[in-house]
């Protein structure tokens, strides 16, 4: 799954030259937070529980579930953060 979401297949990995909101970049990130959110919730997992256990603050937490919502701004969290997450999960 991360490898498919992290696939740049040709594309600049900097998304300051993708102009506009719906670039591919912004489209795999707010792919990812659906992903995240909705294993979270098939494991009954509060924000706050998956933040601690990832050792992440709730805010940057809640920040990247919220990308998920297309008209929420994307975040850009490390990708160490984005790996914890996915290591609490379970997630590839």
Do not use: W
């Not at 992903?35 to 098939?42: M, T």
């Not at 509060?46 to 990247?64: N, P």
């Amino acid at each position: 799954m991360f490898s498919e979401l992290t696939s740049d297949r040709g594309a600049k990995s900097d998304v300051s030259q993708h102009p506009g909101p719906d670039n591919a970049v912004e489209s795999k990130i707010r792919v990812l937070a659906r992903r995240i959110r909705r294993a979270r919730a098939q494991q009954l997992l509060s924000q706050e529980h998956l933040a601690y256990e990832a050792g992440v603050s709730v805010y940057t937490y809640a920040a990247i579930e919220k990308a998920s919502i297309p008209a929420q701004p994307v975040p850009n969290p490390t990708l160490r953060t984005v790996i914890c997450i996915m290591d609490v999960l379970g997630l590839d």
